[in-house]
């Protein structure tokens, strides 16, 4: 993943795939998703740990991909992300190291970083070199804080390492991060609608 093109009022779209999908429907649905829509980097996000099915999953959602000339990774599984021909990892916790992902895939792998609502946890994976950090949710769930506009501006004014906005994203805070943001991470907040294509396009309509 490189720095957007256009600049930060432009930010990219960064496309999550469900926890879980079937592997019979999901390629189709995501080569339209796709086809329609200008996408900067796609994630492999499932919830199971089983390699085998990492592997099917992945080699489905890599022929779609790439043929479309869109990056992609996989959550976590960084000794899968080579020998499954992807582009990188995100790790979905700032307690995996950015620096391990780095050594263990190389210089041109993409390895992104989830930090919460962490500065100081973006910091360091930034200087571990990772390519993105990724700060969210947007809307607080639960009792996991919420990332606030003020990170996104202090991290656009202060530092170079590109920045994700990910996890319960609405018009609304697309359309108020955009000047501040790289990079939108869209997954959940479209899957469960009947027409995911349409969804997306309203989602980000602010930026379209």
Request: hydrophobic fraction near 45%; proline fraction near 6%; charged fraction near 20%.
């Amino acid at each position: 993943m490189s720095e957007p093109e256009q600049g930060p009022e432009q930010p990219q779209l960064y496309l999550l795939t469900p926890p879980t999908f079937d592997l019979s429907t999901f390629p189709d649905q995501l080569a339209a998703l796709l086809d329609a829509h200008d996408i900067a980097c796609m994630r492999l996000s499932l919830a199971t740990h089983d390699e085998d099915r990492i592997a099917r999953a992945a080699d489905a959602c890599r022929a779609v991909a790439h043929a479309r000339d869109v990056a992609i990774v996989v959550a976590d599984h960084a000794g899968l992300a080579e020998r499954l021909g992807l582009d990188g990892v995100h790790l979905s916790s700032a307690k995996q190291s950015a620096r391990d992902a780095r050594k263990a895939l190389g210089p041109d792998a993409i390895v992104g970083s989830y930090c919460g609502a962490s500065r100081h946890d973006g910091l360091t994976a930034g200087e571990a070199g990772a390519d993105y950090v990724a700060f969210g949710p947007i809307t607080p769930f639960g009792d996991i804080t919420a990332a606030e506009d003020d990170l996104f501006q202090w991290w656009s004014d202060v530092v170079e390492v590109p920045v994700v906005a990910e996890g319960g994203l609405n018009t609304e805070s697309i359309a108020r991060l955009a000047p501040i943001t790289d990079f939108f991470a869209i997954g959940e907040e479209i899957w469960s609608a009947d027409d995911p294509v349409a969804a997306f396009a309203a989602l980000t309509a602010p930026i379209a």
